[in-house]
Protein backbone atom coordinates (compact mmCIF):
# COMPACT_ATOMS: atom_id res chain seq x y z
CA UNK A 1 0.00 0.00 0.00
CA UNK A 2 1.34 3.09 -0.91
CA UNK A 3 2.28 5.35 2.55
CA UNK A 4 2.59 9.34 2.75
CA UNK A 5 5.55 9.79 0.83
CA UNK A 6 3.98 8.57 -2.30
CA UNK A 7 0.37 9.84 -1.98
CA UNK A 8 2.30 13.28 -1.19
CA UNK A 9 4.47 12.85 -4.64
CA UNK A 10 1.05 12.51 -6.42
CA UNK A 11 -0.73 15.08 -4.56
CA UNK A 12 2.02 17.61 -5.83
CA UNK A 13 1.54 16.36 -9.45
CA UNK A 14 -2.84 17.10 -9.14
CA UNK A 15 -1.54 20.38 -7.20
CA UNK A 16 -0.12 21.64 -10.96
CA UNK A 17 -2.24 19.53 -13.59
CA UNK A 18 -5.71 19.82 -12.11
CA UNK A 19 -5.84 22.90 -9.62
CA UNK A 20 -8.51 25.46 -10.97
CA UNK A 21 -9.62 23.18 -14.08
CA UNK A 22 -13.14 22.51 -14.34
CA UNK A 23 -14.89 19.24 -15.48
CA UNK A 24 -16.28 18.39 -18.99
CA UNK A 25 -17.02 15.18 -18.40
CA UNK A 26 -16.54 12.28 -16.94
CA UNK A 27 -16.08 8.30 -17.79
CA UNK A 28 -17.11 5.49 -15.64
CA UNK A 29 -15.69 2.53 -16.84
CA UNK A 30 -15.95 0.32 -14.04
CA UNK A 31 -18.40 -0.20 -11.31
CA UNK A 32 -15.69 -1.14 -8.79
CA UNK A 33 -13.76 2.17 -9.26
CA UNK A 34 -16.74 3.95 -7.53
CA UNK A 35 -18.55 1.83 -5.00
CA UNK A 36 -17.29 4.06 -2.51
CA UNK A 37 -19.83 6.19 -4.21
CA UNK A 38 -23.25 5.10 -3.07
CA UNK A 39 -25.24 6.49 -5.69
CA UNK A 40 -23.13 4.71 -8.33
CA UNK A 41 -21.59 5.82 -11.40
CA UNK A 42 -23.69 7.73 -13.04
CA UNK A 43 -24.84 10.19 -10.16
CA UNK A 44 -20.86 10.22 -9.83
CA UNK A 45 -20.08 11.77 -13.19
CA UNK A 46 -23.09 13.99 -13.23
CA UNK A 47 -22.13 15.59 -10.03
CA UNK A 48 -18.41 16.24 -10.97
CA UNK A 49 -19.58 17.55 -14.55
CA UNK A 50 -18.90 21.36 -14.91
CA UNK A 51 -17.24 21.40 -11.20
CA UNK A 52 -14.01 23.03 -10.57
CA UNK A 53 -11.29 21.45 -8.81
CA UNK A 54 -9.57 23.43 -6.36
CA UNK A 55 -6.06 22.75 -5.02
CA UNK A 56 -5.01 18.94 -4.26
CA UNK A 57 -5.23 18.23 -0.21
CA UNK A 58 -3.98 15.08 1.59
CA UNK A 59 -3.71 13.63 5.35
CA UNK A 60 -1.58 10.95 5.81
CA UNK A 61 -2.16 8.01 2.99
CA UNK A 62 -5.37 10.02 2.24
CA UNK A 63 -6.05 12.36 -1.12
CA UNK A 64 -8.61 14.70 -2.32
CA UNK A 65 -9.58 17.34 -4.67
CA UNK A 66 -12.29 19.96 -3.25
CA UNK A 67 -14.62 20.84 -5.41
CA UNK A 68 -14.79 24.68 -5.40
CA UNK A 69 -17.91 26.26 -3.71
CA UNK A 70 -19.73 23.35 -3.43
CA UNK A 71 -18.68 21.74 0.48
CA UNK A 72 -17.53 18.55 -1.27
CA UNK A 73 -14.42 16.95 -2.36
CA UNK A 74 -13.79 13.90 -4.40
CA UNK A 75 -11.80 11.27 -2.32
CA UNK A 76 -9.11 9.24 -3.93
CA UNK A 77 -8.47 5.99 -2.56
CA UNK A 78 -5.16 4.25 -4.34
CA UNK A 79 -6.10 1.00 -2.77
CA UNK A 80 -3.15 -1.87 -3.80
CA UNK A 81 -2.78 -0.37 -7.29
CA UNK A 82 -4.42 2.83 -8.46
CA UNK A 83 -2.72 5.59 -10.02
CA UNK A 84 -3.82 8.61 -10.77
CA UNK A 85 -2.03 10.03 -13.73
CA UNK A 86 -2.46 12.97 -16.17
CA UNK A 87 -2.50 11.99 -19.75
CA UNK A 88 -2.82 13.69 -23.33
CA UNK A 89 -6.34 13.41 -24.92
CA UNK A 90 -4.61 11.00 -28.13
CA UNK A 91 -2.57 8.96 -25.52
CA UNK A 92 -3.88 5.33 -25.82
CA UNK A 93 -5.75 4.32 -23.11
CA UNK A 94 -4.13 2.04 -20.16
CA UNK A 95 -5.30 -1.27 -20.13
CA UNK A 96 -6.92 -1.08 -16.32
CA UNK A 97 -8.45 2.49 -17.29
CA UNK A 98 -11.00 2.75 -14.82
CA UNK A 99 -12.61 6.51 -14.86
CA UNK A 100 -11.39 9.11 -16.90
CA UNK A 101 -11.84 12.92 -16.73
CA UNK A 102 -11.97 15.40 -18.89
CA UNK A 103 -12.09 19.34 -19.00
CA UNK A 104 -13.03 22.16 -20.45
CA UNK A 105 -9.74 23.93 -21.18
CA UNK A 106 -7.18 23.50 -24.18
CA UNK A 107 -4.81 21.96 -22.12
CA UNK A 108 -4.51 18.79 -24.15
CA UNK A 109 -4.57 16.61 -21.05
CA UNK A 110 -6.93 14.52 -18.79
CA UNK A 111 -7.30 12.75 -15.77
CA UNK A 112 -7.36 9.31 -15.27
CA UNK A 113 -7.71 6.74 -12.37
CA UNK A 114 -6.02 3.17 -13.56
CA UNK A 115 -5.62 0.65 -11.14
CA UNK A 116 -5.16 -2.89 -12.30
CA UNK A 117 -6.48 -4.70 -9.03
CA UNK A 118 -9.75 -2.59 -8.65
CA UNK A 119 -9.38 -2.23 -4.57
CA UNK A 120 -9.50 1.64 -4.94
CA UNK A 121 -11.40 4.44 -6.45
CA UNK A 122 -13.03 7.54 -6.27
CA UNK A 123 -15.81 8.96 -4.79
CA UNK A 124 -17.71 12.49 -3.87
CA UNK A 125 -18.19 13.33 -0.02
CA UNK A 126 -18.91 16.27 2.24
CA UNK A 127 -16.27 18.15 3.69
CA UNK A 128 -16.36 18.79 7.76
CA UNK A 129 -15.39 22.02 9.27
CA UNK A 130 -12.03 21.84 9.23
CA UNK A 131 -11.82 21.18 5.25
CA UNK A 132 -11.75 16.95 5.30
CA UNK A 133 -13.94 14.41 3.50
CA UNK A 134 -16.50 13.55 5.94
CA UNK A 135 -15.25 9.53 5.98
CA UNK A 136 -11.69 10.44 7.18
CA UNK A 137 -12.58 13.04 9.73
CA UNK A 138 -11.19 10.90 12.26
CA UNK A 139 -7.84 10.50 10.74
CA UNK A 140 -4.89 12.25 12.77
CA UNK A 141 -2.47 14.41 11.72
CA UNK A 142 0.69 13.03 10.10
CA UNK A 143 3.73 13.72 11.15
CA UNK A 144 5.03 16.23 8.35
CA UNK A 145 1.55 18.80 8.99
CA UNK A 146 3.39 21.92 10.09
CA UNK A 147 -0.17 21.37 12.87
CA UNK A 148 1.55 18.03 14.40
CA UNK A 149 1.34 18.63 18.09
CA UNK A 150 4.44 16.97 19.39
CA UNK A 151 4.28 16.39 22.80
CA UNK A 152 0.49 15.27 22.33
CA UNK A 153 1.74 12.10 20.13
CA UNK A 154 4.26 11.40 23.01
CA UNK A 155 2.16 11.53 25.97
CA UNK A 156 -0.80 9.49 23.94
CA UNK A 157 1.70 6.89 22.76
CA UNK A 158 2.90 5.99 26.36
CA UNK A 159 -0.71 5.90 27.16
CA UNK A 160 -1.42 3.08 24.65
CA UNK A 161 -1.26 -0.18 26.05
CA UNK A 162 0.47 -1.38 23.04
CA UNK A 163 3.62 -1.89 21.07
CA UNK A 164 5.54 0.58 18.92
CA UNK A 165 5.11 -0.79 15.83
CA UNK A 166 1.47 -0.87 16.24
CA UNK A 167 0.88 2.78 17.60
CA UNK A 168 2.91 3.85 14.83
CA UNK A 169 0.64 2.20 12.14
CA UNK A 170 -2.63 3.78 14.47
CA UNK A 171 -4.27 6.23 11.69
CA UNK A 172 -5.87 7.74 14.70
CA UNK A 173 -2.62 8.60 16.62
CA UNK A 174 -0.11 9.52 13.96
CA UNK A 175 -1.15 9.22 10.19
CA UNK A 176 0.67 8.32 6.96
CA UNK A 177 3.35 5.45 8.39
CA UNK A 178 2.56 2.57 6.85
CA UNK A 179 4.87 -1.11 7.30
CA UNK A 180 7.86 0.35 5.09
CA UNK A 181 8.27 3.48 7.02
CA UNK A 182 8.04 2.26 10.12
CA UNK A 183 10.59 -0.71 9.90
CA UNK A 184 12.85 1.97 8.48
CA UNK A 185 11.94 4.73 11.56
CA UNK A 186 12.68 1.53 13.96
CA UNK A 187 15.82 0.74 12.78
CA UNK A 188 17.34 4.08 12.83
CA UNK A 189 15.87 3.83 16.41
CA UNK A 190 17.64 1.26 17.47
CA UNK A 191 14.05 0.01 18.12
CA UNK A 192 13.00 -3.00 18.57
CA UNK A 193 8.67 -3.46 16.43
CA UNK A 194 7.82 -4.85 19.86
CA UNK A 195 8.96 -2.44 22.35
CA UNK A 196 6.07 -1.63 24.32
CA UNK A 197 4.96 2.40 24.41
CA UNK A 198 4.92 2.72 28.14
CA UNK A 199 8.58 2.02 28.01
CA UNK A 200 9.99 5.13 25.82
CA UNK A 201 10.83 8.16 27.61
CA UNK A 202 10.04 11.40 26.18
CA UNK A 203 13.57 11.65 24.50
CA UNK A 204 13.44 8.31 23.12
CA UNK A 205 9.77 9.22 21.61
CA UNK A 206 11.09 12.68 20.40
CA UNK A 207 13.81 11.02 18.68
CA UNK A 208 11.63 8.10 16.88
CA UNK A 209 9.60 10.46 15.69
CA UNK A 210 12.40 12.79 14.10
CA UNK A 211 13.80 9.59 12.40
CA UNK A 212 10.37 9.05 11.20
CA UNK A 213 10.04 12.46 9.47
CA UNK A 214 13.64 12.03 8.06
CA UNK A 215 12.67 8.74 6.45
CA UNK A 216 9.60 10.67 4.84
CA UNK A 217 11.55 13.22 3.86
CA UNK A 218 14.43 11.52 2.49
CA UNK A 219 11.19 9.27 0.36
CA UNK A 220 9.96 12.69 -0.51
CA UNK A 221 13.39 13.82 -2.00
CA UNK A 222 13.48 10.83 -4.70
CA UNK A 223 9.52 10.34 -5.41
CA UNK A 224 9.13 7.43 -2.83
CA UNK A 225 9.21 4.03 -2.92
CA UNK A 226 8.13 1.51 -5.93
CA UNK A 227 8.93 -1.20 -5.80
CA UNK A 228 7.38 -2.42 -9.16
CA UNK A 229 5.46 -0.21 -11.48
CA UNK A 230 2.09 -0.07 -9.52
CA UNK A 231 3.09 3.07 -7.69
CA UNK A 232 4.15 5.90 -10.11
CA UNK A 233 3.47 9.53 -9.95
CA UNK A 234 0.67 11.46 -12.14
CA UNK A 235 3.61 11.47 -15.25
CA UNK A 236 3.60 7.53 -14.46
CA UNK A 237 7.49 7.84 -13.36
CA UNK A 238 8.33 5.69 -10.42
CA UNK A 239 10.56 6.52 -6.95
CA UNK A 240 13.68 4.96 -6.10
CA UNK A 241 13.87 5.19 -2.60
CA UNK A 242 13.85 1.33 -2.34
CA UNK A 243 17.77 1.61 -3.43
CA UNK A 244 18.31 3.28 -0.36
CA UNK A 245 16.14 1.40 2.65
CA UNK A 246 18.10 -0.11 5.41
CA UNK A 247 15.47 -2.55 6.81
CA UNK A 248 12.79 -3.20 4.82
CA UNK A 249 13.08 -6.14 2.31
CA UNK A 250 16.53 -7.15 3.46
CA UNK A 251 16.33 -10.17 5.39
CA UNK A 252 19.71 -11.79 5.61
CA UNK A 253 21.34 -9.05 4.16
CA UNK A 254 23.80 -7.39 6.34
CA UNK A 255 22.55 -4.39 8.53
CA UNK A 256 24.45 -1.63 7.37
CA UNK A 257 25.29 -0.33 11.06
CA UNK A 258 27.12 -3.64 12.50
CA UNK A 259 26.70 -6.24 9.47
CA UNK A 260 24.66 -8.74 11.48
CA UNK A 261 22.90 -10.13 9.14
CA UNK A 262 19.01 -8.80 9.06
CA UNK A 263 15.83 -10.79 10.40
CA UNK A 264 12.29 -11.18 8.80
CA UNK A 265 9.23 -12.02 11.06
CA UNK A 266 5.36 -12.21 10.51
CA UNK A 267 3.56 -9.69 11.94
CA UNK A 268 0.11 -8.44 11.79
CA UNK A 269 -0.44 -10.17 8.19
CA UNK A 270 2.85 -8.59 7.49
CA UNK A 271 6.57 -8.62 7.62
CA UNK A 272 8.73 -6.74 10.10
CA UNK A 273 12.41 -6.30 9.33
CA UNK A 274 15.01 -5.56 12.10
CA UNK A 275 18.52 -6.43 13.33
CA UNK A 276 18.51 -8.26 15.74
CA UNK A 277 21.72 -6.86 17.32
CA UNK A 278 20.70 -3.34 16.83
CA UNK A 279 17.28 -3.82 17.58
CA UNK A 280 17.01 -5.95 20.25
CA UNK A 281 13.65 -7.49 21.17
CA UNK A 282 12.12 -6.90 24.77
CA UNK A 283 12.43 -9.47 27.83
CA UNK A 284 8.41 -9.43 28.03
CA UNK A 285 5.64 -7.83 26.00
CA UNK A 286 2.84 -5.88 27.15
CA UNK A 287 -0.03 -5.21 25.49
Known amino acids: MPELPEVEVVRRGLERWTAGRTVA???????????RHPAGGEDFAARLKGQRFEGARRRGK????????TGTAVLGHLGMSGQLLVQPHDA??????????????????????????????????????????????????DPLDPEFD????????????????????????????????????????????????????????????????????????VGGTSFDSLYVNVNGESGYFDRSLDAYGREDEPCRRCGT?????????????????CQRPPRVVTV
Open 261 to 277: PMRRRAWMNRSSYFCPR
Open 25 to 35: GVEVLHPRAVR
Open 150 to 221: DAAFQSALRLRRTTIKRALLDQSLISGVGNIYADEALWRSRLHYDRPTATLTRPRSAELLGHVRDVMNAALA
Open 92 to 141: PDEKHLRIRVRFDDEAGSELRFVDQRTFGGLSLHDQSPDGLPDVIAHIAR
Open 62 to 69: YLWLPLAD
